[in-house]
C-alpha cells in the first residue's frame, strides 16, 4: 500500500545512477516472484550513501533495500512488470554479497542470444530467470496435486530400488560398480517390474514420481535422467486406466491454460499412421495423408506405377492448401531429404500454378486422366502444393507425416497461425501391434514383452503373432508422446512364451517375475506419465531442458560440474 515501510531481499538486476547534480537513481530489484523498481532521490535520507552503494557493486548481487512504496506517476507506469504500478523509494540498502561479474545478463529476451553451453555452464544463474522460475513452479505445482489427486482415489506412494539387475531388451543401462569383483547393478530404464511385483504383493493400487535412467543420446525430448509419474492398478480394464488419467489430467491442469475436457478422443493406431503418419499426431491442424496408390496404376510416372502393382508398397499424398507461395527452393531440398532419409523410391513437389497448371519435374509424365482424378479428389486448385511419396507402406507414411510436419513449421515461420499455439489437443492412440520384425528378421516388442494381446487373440502367438493385437496405449499432447502403459501379461506360462518362443530371451533374468506371476498374480494395467515432456508442452516449452533444473547436454554431459 501507498506509504507504507517495505522491505525487500533479491538481486540487482539493472541499475541507472545519475549523479548529485541530477538528483535521482533508479534500479531493478528481482525475486522468483517478479522485478520490482526502486528508486534514489536526493533529497531523501542517505542517498549520497545509497547512490555510491549501487554505483559500486556489479548487477547479480544480493541486496536488502528499506523504503516507502508509492504508487508511479501515470505516464511512468510499467504495464509490463506485475509491480509496474508503484516503486520504492529507498532509503536504505545493505549489500549481502557480492557478486563476481555474471557471463550473461539474466534477462529472458537476452538469455535467447547465448549458446546452449554457456547457460548450462552457469546454470545456477540461469535458474533466476523468469522462465525458468515459473517452469519449476508450475512442475512443483502439477506434482503437488498429482498426490492429491491419486491418494484420494486410493492409490498408495511406494519408493522402488534404484539398484537393479539388466532388463531384457530396451534402452541401454547404466552400470553400477560394486566393491565385489565383477558383481554390478544397472539402473532401472523404470519401475515396470517392481510396479508389476507390488500386485501380485496386493498392493492394488500403487503410484510413484520416479527416477528413470536410459543410457542413450540426448535431444529435445530425452535425457539419460528423467522423471515419469508411475502407477499400476489391480482388476482393471483399459478404459478403467484412461478414466483415471483423464480425471487426473483434470485435477491438475492450471486454471490459466485452456481447459481440458475428458474424455480424450481415440484413434487406432493403424488409422494414426494412415492420416497422420505418426502414432504420436498433432491434431491442431489438417493436412491429412490420402492413399492414391488406386489412382496411379496407369498414371504415366513409372515409378508410381511400380508402386501400385506392388502388394507391399503405397503411394501417399498430401495437398498443402494455398502454400505454394511458401515453398522455397531451400525448403524444398529439405522437404526432399526427408524421403531420402526413408530411403523412398520417389517424391514428386507439384505446385499448382495458374489454370491448374502442374509444375513438378514428374508432370510432364503423369497423364490428364490421372491429374482431373486428383484434383477431383483432393479439391486441388491454383496456389497449393501437392507432395507425392511412395515406397513401403509404413515408411512411405511415416516420411509423409514428418514431411506434414517439416512444412507446416515452414507455414508458421511465415507468420501463418498453422495451428492454435494456446491449445491442448489430448489424443488416446491404442491398438498398436503386440510384434514388428527387428532388422535381423526377428520379432521384438512394439510396446515391452510383459503387454497383454487382445481379447481373444492369445491364441495367434503360438502360429501368427504378426496379426496379434496389443492392449497398449499412449497418451498423445499436440504431436508428443507424453505418456504410454498397458495391460500386463499376469499368466506365467504366457509370458515366458513371449519371451522364450517368440522374442528369443533368456528369461532366467525374468524368473523372479515368472514365479511371481504363477503365485495368484491378479489381473493388471498401468500406465507411466512422462513428467519432463507433459510439464514441457503445458509451459510452452522447446526442450524439456526448459523444465528440468539441472539438466545434461545432448551428449550427457554435466558442464556445470565439469
Given at each position: 500500500?501507498?506509504?507504507?515501510?517495505?522491505?525487500?531481499?533479491?538481486?540487482?538486476?539493472?541499475?541507472?545512477?545519475?549523479?548529485?547534480?541530477?538528483?535521482?537513481?533508479?534500479?531493478i530489484?528481482?525475486?522468483?516472484?517478479?522485478?520490482?523498481?526502486?528508486?534514489?532521490?536526493?533529497?531523501?535520507?542517505?542517498?549520497?550513501?545509497?547512490?555510491?552503494?549501487?554505483?559500486?557493486?556489479?548487477?547479480?548481487?544480493?541486496?536488502?533495500?528499506?523504503?516507502?512504496?508509492?504508487?508511479?506517476?501515470?505516464?511512468?507506469?510499467?504495464?509490463?512488470?506485475?509491480?509496474?504500478?508503484?516503486?520504492v523509494?529507498?532509503?536504505d540498502?545493505?549489500?549481502?554479497?557480492?557478486?563476481?561479474?555474471?557471463?550473461?545478463?539474466?534477462?529472458?529476451e537476452?538469455?535467447?542470444?547465448?549458446?546452449?553451453?554457456?547457460?548450462?555452464?552457469?546454470r545456477?544463474?540461469?535458474?533466476?530467470?523468469?522462465?525458468?522460475?515459473?517452469?519449476?513452479?508450475?512442475?512443483s505445482?502439477?506434482?503437488?496435486?498429482?498426490?492429491?489427486?491419486?491418494?484420494?482415489?486410493?492409490?498408495?506412494?511406494?519408493?522402488?530400488?534404484?539398484?537393479?539387475?539388466?532388463?531384457?531388451?530396451?534402452?541401454?543401462?547404466?552400470?553400477?560398480?560394486?566393491?565385489?569383483?565383477?558383481?554390478?547393478?544397472?539402473?532401472?530404464?523404470?519401475?515396470?517390474?517392481?510396479?508389476?511385483?507390488?500386485?501380485?504383493?496386493?498392493?492394488?493400487?500403487?503410484?510413484?514420481?520416479?527416477?528413470?535412467?536410459?543410457?542413450?543420446?540426448?535431444?529435445?525430448?530425452?535425457q539419460?535422467?528423467?522423471?515419469?509419474?508411475?502407477?499400476?492398478?489391480?482388476?482393471?480394464?483399459?478404459?478403467?486406466?484412461?478414466?483415471?488419467?483423464?480425471?487426473?489430467i483434470?485435477?491438475?491442469?492450471?486454471?490459466?491454460?485452456?481447459?481440458?475436457?475428458?474424455?480424450?478422443?481415440?484413434?487406432?493406431?493403424?488409422?494414426?499412421?494412415?492420416?497422420?503418419?505418426?502414432?504420436?499426431?498433432?491434431?491442431?491442424?489438417?493436412?491429412?495423408?490420402?492413399?492414391?496408390?488406386?489412382?496411379?496404376?496407369?498414371?504415366?510416372?513409372?515409378?508410381?506405377?511400380?508402386?501400385?502393382?506392388?502388394?507391399?508398397?503405397?503411394?501417399?499424398?498430401?495437398?498443402f492448401?494455398?502454400?505454394?507461395?511458401?515453398?522455397?527452393?531451400?525448403?524444398?531440398?529439405?522437404?526432399?531429404?526427408?524421403?531420402?532419409?526413408?530411403?523412398?523410391?520417389?517424391?514428386?513437389?507439384?505446385?499448382?500454378?495458374?489454370?491448374?497448371?502442374?509444375?513438378?519435374?514428374?508432370?510432364?509424365?503423369?497423364?490428364?486422366?490421372?491429374?482431373?482424378?486428383?484434383?477431383?479428389?483432393?479439391?486441388?486448385?491454383?496456389?497449393?502444393i501437392?507432395?507425392?511419396?511412395?515406397?513401403?507402406?509404413?515408411k512411405?507414411?511415416?516420411?509423409?507425416?514428418?514431411?506434414?510436419?517439416?512444412?507446416?513449421?515452414?507455414i508458421?515461420?511465415?507468420?501463418?497461425?498453422?495451428?492454435?499455439?494456446?491449445?491442448?489437443n489430448?489424443?488416446?492412440?491404442?491398438?498398436?501391434?503386440?510384434?514388428?520384425?527387428?532388422?535381423?528378421?526377428?520379432?521384438?516388442?512394439?510396446?515391452?514383452?510383459?503387454?497383454?494381446?487382445?481379447?481373444?487373440?492369445?491364441q495367434?502367438?503360438?502360429?501368427?503373432?504378426?496379426?496379434?493385437?496389443g492392449?497398449?496405449?499412449?497418451?498423445?499432447?499436440?504431436?508428443?508422446?507424453?505418456?504410454?502403459g498397458?495391460?500386463?501379461?499376469?499368466?506365467?506360462?504366457?509370458?515366458?512364451?513371449?519371451?522364450?518362443?517368440?522374442?528369443?530371451?533368456?528369461?532366467?533374468?525374468?524368473?523372479?517375475?515368472?514365479?511371481?506371476?504363477?503365485?495368484?498374480?491378479?489381473?493388471?494395467?498401468?500406465?507411466?506419465?512422462?513428467?519432463?515432456?507433459?510439464?514441457?508442452?503445458?509451459?510452452?516449452?522447446?526442450?524439456?531442458?526448459?523444465?528440468?533444473?539441472?539438466?545434461?547436454?545432448?551428449?550427457?554431459?554435466?558442464?556445470?560440474?565439469?
Amino acid at each position: 500500500d501507498e506509504g507504507n515501510p517495505v522491505r525487500l531481499c533479491g538481486w540487482l538486476a539493472s541499475k541507472r545512477i545519475f549523479n548529485e547534480k541530477h538528483g535521482f537513481g533508479f534500479g531493478i530489484i528481482r525475486d522468483w516472484s517478479g522485478n520490482t523498481q526502486v528508486i534514489i532521490r536526493s533529497e531523501c535520507k542517505n542517498s549520497a550513501s545509497i547512490m555510491e552503494t549501487l554505483s559500486e557493486i556489479p548487477l547479480e548481487s544480493v541486496i536488502s533495500v528499506k523504503g516507502t512504496a508509492r504508487k508511479r506517476p501515470e505516464n511512468e507506469i510499467n504495464r509490463n512488470m506485475s509491480t509496474g504500478e508503484i516503486e520504492v523509494v529507498l532509503e536504505d540498502v545493505v549489500v549481502l554479497n557480492r557478486c563476481r561479474n555474471a557471463p550473461f545478463q539474466i534477462q529472458d529476451e537476452r538469455l535467447k542470444k547465448v549458446d546452449e553451453a554457456t547457460r548450462l555452464r552457469y546454470r545456477y544463474l540461469e535458474l533466476r530467470s523468469k522462465i525458468l522460475q515459473r517452469n519449476l513452479r508450475l512442475r512443483s505445482d502439477v506434482v503437488m496435486k498429482m498426490r492429491e489427486f491419486l491418494t484420494g482415489e486410493g492409490f498408495v506412494d511406494v519408493e522402488t530400488p534404484t539398484l537393479f539387475k539388466r532388463t531384457p531388451g530396451g534402452a541401454d543401462e547404466f552400470i553400477v560398480p560394486t566393491k565385489e569383483t565383477g558383481k554390478f547393478y544397472t539402473l532401472p530404464q523404470s519401475p515396470q517390474q517392481f510396479k508389476q511385483l507390488l500386485m501380485v504383493g496386493g498392493v492394488d493400487r500403487y503410484f510413484q514420481i520416479a527416477r528413470c535412467y536410459r543410457d542413450e543420446s540426448s535431444r529435445s525430448d530425452r535425457q539419460p535422467e528423467f522423471t515419469q509419474l508411475d502407477l499400476e492398478m489391480s482388476f482393471v480394464t483399459m478404459a478403467d486406466v484412461k478414466s483415471v488419467i483423464e480425471n487426473l489430467i483434470k485435477y491438475f491442469w492450471p486454471d490459466d491454460l485452456e481447459k481440458v475436457r475428458p474424455p480424450f478422443p481415440s484413434l487406432c493406431y493403424s488409422e494414426a499412421i494412415a492420416r497422420y503418419g505418426s502414432d504420436k499426431p498433432d491434431t491442431r491442424f489438417e493436412f491429412h495423408l490420402n492413399n492414391i496408390t488406386k489412382f496411379c496404376a496407369s498414371c504415366g510416372f513409372s515409378i508410381f506405377e511400380d508402386a501400385a502393382s506392388n502388394s507391399d508398397e503405397t503411394v501417399q499424398c498430401i495437398n498443402f492448401k494455398n502454400a505454394s507461395q511458401f515453398l522455397k527452393k531451400s525448403e524444398r531440398t529439405k522437404l526432399e531429404a526427408v524421403a531420402k532419409q526413408y530411403d523412398l523410391e520417389g517424391i514428386s513437389i507439384v505446385k499448382i500454378g495458374e489454370d491448374n497448371a502442374w509444375k513438378s519435374p514428374a508432370a510432364k509424365y503423369l497423364t490428364d486422366t490421372f491429374k482431373e482424378r486428383l484434383k477431383k479428389e483432393l479439391d486441388i486448385s491454383t496456389g497449393d502444393i501437392i507432395i507425392i511419396v511412395c515406397g513401403l507402406y509404413t515408411k512411405t507414411c511415416e516420411a509423409l507425416g514428418k514431411i506434414r510436419l517439416q512444412f507446416a513449421g515452414m507455414i508458421e515461420t511465415n507468420g501463418v497461425a498453422l495451428r492454435d499455439h494456446a491449445a491442448f489437443n489430448f489424443l488416446w492412440v491404442e491398438s498398436f501391434p503386440l510384434f514388428a520384425r527387428n532388422e535381423d528378421g526377428g520379432w521384438e516388442s512394439v510396446h515391452h514383452p510383459f503387454t497383454a494381446p487382445a481379447t481373444g487373440q492369445q491364441q495367434l502367438l503360438s502360429h501368427d503373432p504378426s496379426q496379434i493385437t496389443g492392449q497398449h496405449y499412449d497418451l498423445v499432447l499436440n504431436g508428443n508422446e507424453i505418456g504410454g502403459g498397458s495391460i500386463r501379461v499376469h499368466d506365467a506360462g504366457t509370458q515366458r512364451y513371449i519371451l522364450e518362443q517368440i522374442l528369443k530371451e533368456d528369461a532366467s533374468s525374468l524368473e523372479h517375475l515368472l514365479e511371481a506371476l504363477d503365485s495368484g498374480a491378479p489381473p493388471h494395467g498401468g500406465i507411466a506419465l512422462g513428467l519432463d515432456r507433459l510439464i514441457a508442452v503445458m509451459s510452452g516449452s522447446t526442450s524439456i531442458k526448459e523444465v528440468i533444473a539441472f539438466p545434461k547436454t545432448n551428449s550427457a554431459q554435466d558442464l556445470m560440474s565439469g
